[in-house]
């Protein structure tokens, strides 16, 4: 299983998405700067906004993916609101 996950940072107001095998992790990472020069390390305030289990890490890329081409913020605060249309983008992806 690897986890497909959107984070959010209040201090910047912007969402990440990303897809790791452990979330917890991860999530440390983003908020220690261990991703020097990434988009994340310029906060330390990331938090879990969302996250979906996909079958592997090129399930979870192809999700990933599909929702950076997106660019909406509207589009990602929509699917936390609605749980069957992140599990249709899901499947789509299978």
């Known amino acids: 299983m690897h986890t497909l996950y959107i984070l ?7 969402y990440y998405v990303g897809e790791t095998e452990d ?9 220690t700067g261990y991703f020097k020069n ?7 305030d990331w938090e879990e906004y969302l996250t979906a ?6 399930h979870a890329r192809r999700v990933e993916m599909f ?6 913020r509207v589009f990602i605060e929509s699917l936390r609101g ?3 249309k992140l599990s249709s983008i899901i499947e789509r992806f299978m």
Do not use: M, P, W
């Open 82 to 84: 609605d749980s069957q």
């Open 38 to 44: 990434s988009s994340t390390s310029n906060a330390s």
């Open 53 to 58: 289990f996909c079958q592997d890490r090129s």
């Open 67 to 72: 929702i950076k081409r997106q660019k909406s």
């Open 23 to 31: 979330f917890n992790v991860r999530l440390e990472q983003h908020n």
């Open 8 to 14: 959010y940072s209040k201090g910047l107001d912007r």
